[in-house]
């Protein structure tokens, strides 16, 4: 790792404010960055930018390389080759600044501590905390102030975790699957939450397995797959990128067989009384539909699931 990365000239020492952060600074840049375990390549050449007040979510399968990636933004882990910048600094000055809060998967809470005393304790370990109140109110802590860490659910303790990672009042915050765990209901309030903190220039990267909480909570979506980048954009770009669009028509009145000469076409199927069209540019097939199947009647153009892209990006290598 590069421990010896110039600091960013444009970021004054200290804490910045949103305000302040300057945005030609990215929160995050990676550049080339690999790490190997033995013969396994858990990060295989990733570049990525993040930008101050961007919320991303990073999706992957099993063993995609999620926690390896956030584990070098946090500097607990060193990469062989490439280079991290976190607010321009290294992952361990960003950190000693106060500017990265992280929710690490299974980050151990200290035992014998009830989660007031926790909170307490570690509030008196920041420079520049954000007060017990605000934090207790954030997370969603006042109902279990008084339970002993190791009696909590397994969602009231990611909302701990969650408490804590926000206590230095970071303006990076990394969540590696901060959902798992948690009940549906409990789910959305987590994220209302998070949504809370965000607010005003924050910037939040998460990992998560659950397709759906990426695309409804995240600005943008990083896929990666045996340690690269497969895919990046809005849940949208992603899902059209992938597969394109589906064009649906009755059944009668066209001949199937002549639709996959149509422009941008790479499948035609009949179901259920109807054909199925799956295209790479909706707008050239349909434009060539129209005007060549003056026939065709009830047309309806359809975004392909995110689940669907998700599984055709992580299983084609
Ligand atoms: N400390 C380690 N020692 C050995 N191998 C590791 C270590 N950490 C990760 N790996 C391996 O690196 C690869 C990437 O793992 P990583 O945990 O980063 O993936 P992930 O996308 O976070 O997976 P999951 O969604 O299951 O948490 C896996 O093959 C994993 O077994």
Avoid: C
Avoid at 35 to 59: F, N, P, Q, T, W
């Amino acid at each position: 790792m590069a421990l010896d990365q110039e600091l960013d000239p444009a970021v004054a020492p200290g804490h910045p404010s949103p305000a302040t952060t300057p945005t030609a600074t990215p929160a995050i840049h990676l550049t080339g960055l690999t790490k190997s375990y033995g013969a396994v390549r858990a990060v295989d050449g990733i570049d990525l930018r993040i930008d101050v007040g961007e919320l991303v979510a990073v999706l992957g399968p099993n063993g995609a390389g999620k926690s390896t990636m956030n584990e070098l933004i946090t500097g607990l882990v060193q990469p062989d080759s490439g280079r991290v910048a976190v607010f321009g600094r290294t992952p361990r000055q960003a950190v000693e600044a106060g500017l990265v809060g992280a929710m690490l998967q299974a980050g151990a809470l200290l035992h014998e501590a009830t989660v007031g005393e926790l909170l307490r304790l570690m509030h008196g370990l920041h420079s520049h905390p954000l007060p017990v109140g605000t934090v207790i109110e954030t997370a969603g802590l006042g109902d279990f102030l008084r339970t002993r860490t190791d009696k909590l659910s397994g969602g009231q303790a990611q909302r701990l975790r969650f408490g804590l990672a926000i206590m230095a009042d970071p303006q990076l915050l990394i969540l590696d699957e901060p959902t798992v765990g948690m009940d549906v209901e409990v789910r959305h309030e987590f994220w209302n939450s998070m949504r809370r903190f965000a607010e005003g220039g924050r910037t939040v990267l998460f990992a998560t397995h659950y397709l759906e909480e990426a695309d409804q909570i995240a600005d943008r979506i990083v896929v990666i797959n045996s340690g690269t980048v497969v895919a990046d954009g809005t849940g949208a770009q992603i899902k059209s990128g992938v597969l394109g669009r589906t064009i649906s028509m009755a059944a009668d009145g066209v001949d199937a067989e002549l639709l996959s000469r149509l422009p941008a076409v790479s499948d035609v199927e009949q179901r259920a009384g109807r054909i199925l069209i799956r295209s790479r540019d909706s707008d050239a097939t349909l434009r060539g539909l129209v005007g060549d199947f003056p026939a065709a009647y009830d047309i309806e153009v359809n975004a392909v699931g995110l689940e669907e892209a998700f599984l055709e990006l992580t299983t084609r290598r």
